[in-house]
């Protein structure tokens, strides 16, 4: 099982970036797909999630309006679009990929987003 983000890069505030977390050897469909970030000297912290079934999305209200979490089931990825990036949401962006109804947790190894004002 392995996730791999990509997709991270510098952008100018107002701008925006798509992040993709790739799965493979397993289907990211039947997981829950999470999106997090962490800021130097910051804990990490939850940005949004994608659920199963029927992909109902939720949000950290910091980013609520301007992120979107969505998934490609034919390449079994999942993307976070970003709008209107803030140099606030410079962080180094993780995904994490949880089946349900278990505590078992897969991490990426994360892409920077360094957003200038």
């Known amino acids: 099982v392995q996730l791999a983000e990509s997709g991270g890069g510098v952008a100018q505030g107002e701008g925006s970036l798509r992040l993709s977390c790739a799965a493979s050897?397993?289907?990211?469909?039947?997981?829950?797909i999470s999106w997090y970030r962490q800021a130097p000297g910051n804990e990490r912290e939850w940005v949004a999630t994608?659920?199963?079934?029927?992909?109902?999305?939720n949000y950290a209200e910091s980013v609520k309006g301007r992120f979107s979490i969505s998934r490609d089931n034919t390449d079994n990825v999942v993307n976070l679009e970003m709008i209107s990036l803030e140099p606030e949401d410079t962080a180094v962006y993780y995904c994490?990929?949880?089946?349900?109804?278990?505590?078992?947790?897969?991490w990426g190894q994360g892409t920077q987003v360094t957003v200038s004002s």
């Open positions: 994490k990929a949880q089946p349900p109804f278990s505590s078992l947790t897969y």
């Open positions: 994608i659920t199963i079934p029927g992909g109902i999305t």
């Open positions: 050897g397993f289907t990211s469909s039947r997981y829950y």
